[in-house]
């Protein structure tokens, strides 16, 4: 019976992240676009977020979405598991990064991260493995918050990862990110360097 109660919670969890999100863009709608941009949307450092992109073949809008619902731009965050900077990651991640060669450790040391520049170099590398090894957008969100070993897993049961995922944390994070993803795209259409 608790068991059943259990996995009833854990699917609604997604369900109200959901509502909320829908409720908050609708509310954001109502908005300048100016506004909208400044207060919930920002971009921060988008000529590096351009390279990056550029440099590792990843959309600018999904990097903006990870930096938004990883730190909300903060450069300092800190998560009490150890993950560093804007795109919050994991020292143990940027050392393995940089051993693989993907990232320059001399120009960007991967023990740096509260920098900007070399945290969003690293995020983006990451993200650019992820897409090599997955095949879809949804994998590689989910694979970034809960690391490629457990999406590989999940996906032995089929390709669609929305069905598949087995952490609420991951769930809630894919809702998250994409919506970001949906916002970054619909309020700088002509790109992220628009800011006018």
């Known amino acids: 019976m608790a068991d059943t109660r259990f996995w009833r919670w854990f699917r609604t969890i997604p369900i109200v992240c959901m509502l909320a999100v829908c409720i908050a863009s609708a509310g954001a709608s109502l908005l300048p676009t100016q506004v909208v941009r400044r207060v919930f949307y920002p971009v921060e450092h988008a000529d590096v977020i351009e390279r990056a992109s550029q440099r590792?073949?990843?959309?600018?809008?999904?990097?903006?979405?990870?930096?938004?619902?990883?730190?909300?731009?903060?450069?300092?965050?800190?998560?009490?598991?150890?993950?560093?900077?804007?795109?919050?990651?994991?020292?143990s991640t940027s050392e393995a990064v940089a051993k693989m060669g993907l990232v320059d450790s001399s120009t960007y040391p991967p023990d740096n991260l509260t920098d900007a520049e070399t945290n969003i170099m690293y995020g983006t590398a990451y993200l650019s493995y992820l897409q090599k090894n997955l095949s879809s957008r949804d994998q590689v969100i989910a694979a970034y918050n809960a690391g490629l070993g457990s999406v590989s897993k999940w996906l032995t049961n089929g390709d669609d990862i929305s069905s598949q995922i087995q952490y609420s944390e991951t769930a809630s994070y894919l809702v998250r990110v994409n919506e970001a993803y949906d916002r970054y795209k619909q309020f700088y259409p002509e790109g992220i360097q628009s800011q006018g």
Do not use: H, R, T
């Open 56 to 91: 590792y073949g990843v959309d600018k809008y999904l990097i903006c979405a990870v930096i938004k619902c990883e730190s909300n731009w903060d450069e300092q965050a800190e998560s009490s598991a150890g993950a560093v900077g804007l795109m919050q990651l994991m020292p």
